[in-house]
């Protein structure tokens, strides 16, 4: 009778803690999904204001590398006598001034300038690519906060049940009610929990450092205990016209007007390049002045080693351009593939999970304590119930972690959701 009642006030002990509301502490406003990708939006991050100032510098360069090369001016001494050194002595002698200026072949100028700007677009996308994996790491990060969050305040509440559980076995074992083995194993539970909210608490500091990259001290604070609703993006669908969109392709988009421009500079080479030069003669006493104007021309005959050359090499970096494009995009549709594909079975987990797992855990430790509490059970039996509740408790939420992680993954794909 002794060990039945040292059994019931133990069972009515767990119950009452399982039963119970977590105590309630005031905290600071809980840090929202949208709010944490605000502030990193917000944010002044560096690693995007240099694609910024990089991109200017391409632009500014654009506008240098399209004008004419700076005129040169030539002043010359001609055919001054050294026997009197008399400017008046010979009819030829000249001080002549010449003015220079060069005109590269065809629409090399042009072309120059959109290279540059073709580069400055490679600097833009390059900003809007980092600005998404900024984005992703936030939500991925908050989303690994709400898992640590959620399983720390579920191991919580274990522990303290078995905490509650240990005291009244204690009590039972001093009563000579209980044998020493179930104090022992409620003491080893106990232990490993402490252990698994040691290294909840350890990746939980890590997940804020890395959020506090992105939103200093906001990721501090707390995460609220429930995820927000997380719609697809509308081309999650039919990802074709969103992954082309993509930044990283935009990336090898405006790469390959960069080599496009390099094919047209390699053209241009076949064409003549000319200058335009101009002088004047001053001579001496009452000898009439000189006029010189004339034209230099380039000819590009020997072509084989050099523009062919360099056209050819131009258009092969043209075509290696264009299969890492092709690359990067099947790259992108296989990553949205298996972004859909876990959305979807996790999302048939999930409903297994909160349908029909939850409730058959928490069913057989109800059924546990009855049998235990009737003696029919053994407490190992006991204690195994809890911890699969526990587990099941744990697997759940990561579940929710992992499917909105892979929400993350489409948006980072497909765009923001619409």
Partial sequence: MQSILSRAGTIAVLVSVL????????????????????????????????????AGAFE???????????????????????????DNQEPMTQYQLGLRQEFPAGDTLAVRGERRRAEAEIERARKELVRRQILFDVRTGWFDLFYLENARATVGKSRAALEDLARALRSSFASGGMNGRDVLRVQLEQ?????????????????????????????????PEGLPPLL???????????????????????????????????????????????????RAGERADFATIGVTLSIPLFTGDRQDRRLSAAKQDSGAARLDRAARLRDLERDHARALA???????????????????????????LTAYAGGTADFPELVRSQLAELDTELTYLNLQRERAKAWAKLVYLAGDPS
């Fill in 19 to 54: 039963a119970g509301p977590m105590p309630v502490q005031a905290a600071e406003v809980p840090l929202g999904l949208d709010e944490a990708v605000e502030i990193a939006i917000a944010a002044e991050e560096p690693s995007l204001l240099r694609f910024d100032a990089s």
């Fill in 60 to 86: 500014e360069r654009a506008i240098a590398d399209s004008e004419l090369p700076d005129p040169m001016v030539r002043g010359t001494l001609l055919n001054f006598p050294t026997d009197t050194f008399s």
């Fill in 191 to 223: 232990a490993l929990i402490d252990d698994r909210l040691a290294a909840l608490a350890q990746d939980e500091e890590k997940a804020r450092a890395r959020l506090a990259r992105y939103l200093g001290a906001a990721a501090n604070r707390p995460v």
């Fill in 232 to 282: 697809l993006p509308t081309a999650a669908a039919q990802p074709e016209r969103a992954l082309t969109s993509h930044p990283a392709v935009k990336v090898d988009d405006a790469v390959l007007a960069t080599k496009q421009a390099e094919i047209e500079l390699a053209e241009e080479a076949y064409k003549p390049s000319w200058a335009l030069d101009a002088g004047y003669g001053y």
């Fill in 342 to 368: 876990d959305w979807q079975r996790l999302e048939e987990r999930i409903a297994l999970y909160s349908e029909a797992v939850n409730a058959h855990a928490r069913e057989t430790r109800e059924a546990s």
